[in-house]
T-cell receptor, first 116, second 118 residues
Framework: SQTIHQWPATLVQPVGSPLSLECTVEGTSNPNLYWYRQAAGRGLQLLFYSVGIGQISSEVPQNLSASRPQDRQFILSSKKLLLSDSGFYLC???????????????FGAGTRLSVL | AQKVTQAQTEISVVEKEDVTLDCVYETRDTTYYLFWYKQPPSGELVFLIRRNSFDEQNEISGRYSWNFQKSTSSFNFTITASQVVDSAVYFCALSEEQYKAAGNKLTFGGGTRVLVKP
């Protein structure tokens, strides 16, 4: 079965510090991968998605970047965090193959980031 | 452009009451997919159901049921005989894309917080 791992679960960082959040998926190959952010009490905002290694699409221009160095690894980064980067970050994966249910995204447990 | 609206921001019920969550969507595509996700206090989003635009049959899964009405662009979700464990934020979502290369992106509604009191 497929599983998705996100770490760390909680992170407190000072303004101006770098960020690296990691997400890995097991049990599937060539998934689509996604990074979302959820501000406190708000909905989900898609930040980046990737359809393959090295392929990153940005949905919202901002202080963050994403990379996909391996098929099942997705990394969210920042060189200098801002206060507004605080939030709950969720990674998700989906697969589209004949015979498989399309478009369903499965989410990780999330990372709560506080920038102080 | 696609859009999902969940007009109810918060619903509070007493245990064993039924609760219906509204979801209205906008899309120009004839082929699309609708979803419901549950977000318990722990934060992880849990997939509940996917419905494609060609299947208007209502669905029941235990205490959960979904009413898809294309004529009104709605995909409502009912929890029957609610329990405290149903307390969560519920999100409705829409995807117009079927192809991997397009990203299979989801557009989420703003969510409805359900509070079930004992």
């Amino acid at each position: 079965s497929q599983t998705i791992h996100q770490w760390p679960a909680t992170l407190v960082q000072p303004v101006g510090s770098p960020l690296s959040l990691e997400c890995t998926v097991e049990g599937t190959s060539n998934p689509n991968l996604y990074w979302y952010r959820q501000a406190a009490g708000r909905g989900l905002q898609l930040l980046f998605y990737s359809v393959g290694i090295g392929q990153i699409s940005s949905e919202v221009p901002q202080n963050l970047s994403a990379s996909r160095p391996q098929d099942r690894q997705f990394i969210l980064s920042s060189k200098k965090l801002l206060l507004s980067d605080s939030g709950f970050y969720l990674c998700a994966w989906s697969v589209v193959r004949p015979g498989k249910a399309k478009n369903i995204q499965y989410f990780g447990a999330g990372t709560r980031l506080s920038v102080l | 452009a696609q859009k999902v609206t969940q007009a109810q921001t918060e619903i509070s019920v007493v245990e064993k009451e039924d609760v219906t969550l509204d979801c209205v969507y906008e899309t120009r595509d004839t082929t699309y997919y609708l979803f419901w996700y549950k977000q318990p206090p722990s934060g992880e989003l849990v997939f509940l159901i996917r419905r494609n635009s060609f299947d208007e049959q209502n669905e029941i899964s235990g205490r959960y049921s979904w009413n898809f009405q294309k004529s009104t662009s709605s995909f409502n979700f009912t929890i029957t005989a609610s329990q405290v464990v149903d307390s969560a934020v519920y999100f409705c979502a829409l995807s117009e894309e079927q192809y991997k290369a397009a990203g299979n992106k989801l557009t989420f509604g703003g969510g409805t917080r359900v509070l079930v009191k004992p």
